[in-house]
């Protein structure tokens, strides 16, 4: 049978959740408005980052500033809209796992295709309190489905390779076998 808990450790497990969820939406307009020190702002110094899915590369750990390079690089072109809602955390002391999900638009003027790229689908995150504040540990985009024109981002930008080769370069991967 569950422990009855206090009101002093449910008003704690909701600060902590709604401190968790502040994380995920500066994280998510951070990306809408290219606010890059607010998206660094939410990652430790490390992140462990699996958009596998996404990109067929495998997880990393790689350095929060060179991510947010990354992730300036590669939206920049586009116009970005980031809707978070099923919310889900598990707080255990200091660290974290959450689940969101996620509609992420992103749009640019084309004369070749459709005008806008659209990702459906959830983060599954971790995070840890460091000196009273959630950051994000590692960062999984995992999405159901895909919309639209995946050529709005031009993967032939010299930045965006030299800066793509960077964040997944075999060093950085998690799982060494894969390299």
């Not at 497990?13 to 990306?31: C, T, Y």
């Not at 489905?145 to 030299?162: C, H, M, Q, R, Y």
């Amino acid at each position: 049978m569950n422990k009855a808990l206090t009101p002093e450790e449910k008003l704690d497990i909701l600060w902590n959740r709604a401190e968790i969820e502040r994380v995920m939406l500066n994280f998510g307009r951070a990306l809408d408005l290219g606010d890059w020190p607010l998206y660094r702002s939410c990652f430790t110094d490390q992140i462990d980052v699996d958009f596998e899915r996404l990109t067929g590369q495998p997880e990393v750990r790689v350095d929060a500033d060179l991510w947010t390079r990354f992730a300036e690089v590669i939206l920049s072109p586009v116009r970005r809209h980031h809707q978070y809602s099923n919310f889900t955390a598990t707080i255990e002391g200091d660290r974290a796992q959450a689940t969101i999900y996620m509609v992420a638009r992103h749009w640019k003027p084309t004369e070749m295709g459709a005008a806008e790229y659209i990702q459906n689908g959830w983060y599954e995150n971790s995070f840890q309190r460091i000196d009273g504040q959630w950051k994000m540990t590692r960062l999984r985009h995992t999405f159901q489905w895909i919309t639209g024109n995946g050529a709005l981002f031009d993967f032939s930008d010299p930045e965006l390779v030299k800066v793509m080769a960077q964040v997944f370069a075999p060093e950085n991967r998690l799982n060494k076998k894969t390299a």
